[in-house]
């Protein structure tokens, strides 16, 4: 975990979303959380929540938001960010043990520790906590990074550092396993990749029903330039729209850049 605590420590977090390709998956994953939340004010766990980007658009919304994540200086922000003081609590925790009791929430988010964990023991219990948290009724969605997705991601950017970058994507693809030996600037840390079918298993595994695989970025991760798509309200009309008819499509599931998991506890 040391290797993630440094990536993460570099503030790498709090911006990511707003440009690039993550401006794409910002807004796909706020699209697709509306249609598949309970309505407000709905009690939302925001499980790894990072600086609280998500978060801050739930409240925006009227959701009742408690917010954990492991980083320190993500909690460090989300304490100081005003636009986040109305959250019900914030955390210094691990997904896999929750500080919340049984059966209290009505949904449960997890966008992003499904990929740090590349341990199959340690994905179980982050799910099994997520399920013991739950409502009957309540709402898990859970992102996980394709495999074959990184491989895209690669194409996109370019092979100038071929030499380096290959085994670690054929490496992901083959094992799932993402590996930064060197710990290379512009390279991804420690993390485990899916293939989307593996998530419907796992979710299926922890006993939630229902579930439904959604690609966020989806064919959008091979577009050169996603912010000028998303600037133009015609460009960015049809983009979307593009993205939402596809988003189910199991034949392309593999070539997004994130993949969001969405599961009923029974």
């Not at 409240?59 to 922000?77: C, F, Q, W």
């Not at 739950?134 to 394709?146: C, D, E, R, S």
């Amino acid at each position: 975990m040391d290797e993630i605590r440094d990536y993460y420590a570099r503030d790498r977090e709090h911006d990511r979303l707003s440009h690039d390709l993550g401006a794409v998956e910002f807004v796909r994953t706020l699209d697709v959380l509306e249609r598949v939340l309970p309505p407000a004010p709905a009690k939302v766990l925001d499980i790894g929540g990072g600086t609280g980007v998500y978060a801050r658009e739930l409240l925006k919304t009227g959701y009742s938001v408690h917010l954990l994540d492991a980083m320190p200086n993500h909690i460090e922000r989300v304490q100081a960010d005003p636009l986040l003081a109305a959250l019900e609590s914030v955390t210094l925790g691990d997904a896999r043990t929750l500080p919340y009791a049984d059966a209290t929430t009505d949904a449960a988010l997890l966008l992003g520790p499904l990929y740090h964990l590349t341990a199959d023991a340690d994905r179980a219990k982050v799910l099994a906590e997520a399920w013991r948290v739950l409502k009957p009724g309540g709402v898990l969605a859970a992102a996980i990074i394709p495999r074959a997705g990184a491989i895209a991601g690669d194409f996109k950017h370019g092979l100038d550092e071929e030499e380096y970058s290959r085994p670690i994507r054929e490496r992901v693809y083959l094992t799932g396993e993402y590996l930064n030996p060197e710990n290379r600037p512009g390279f991804f840390t420690t993390a485990y990749f899916h293939h989307p079918g593996e998530l419907e298993t796992e979710l299926e595994a922890a006993g939630f029903s229902g579930v439904k695989l959604y690609a966020l970025e989806g064919l959008a991760n091979l577009l050169a330039d996603p912010i000028l798509e998303l600037s133009d309200p015609v460009r960015r009309d049809g983009l979307l729209t593009a993205l939402r008819l596809t988003e189910n499509d199991p034949a392309l599931l593999g070539v997004s850049a994130h993949v969001l998991g969405v599961g009923i506890k029974s």
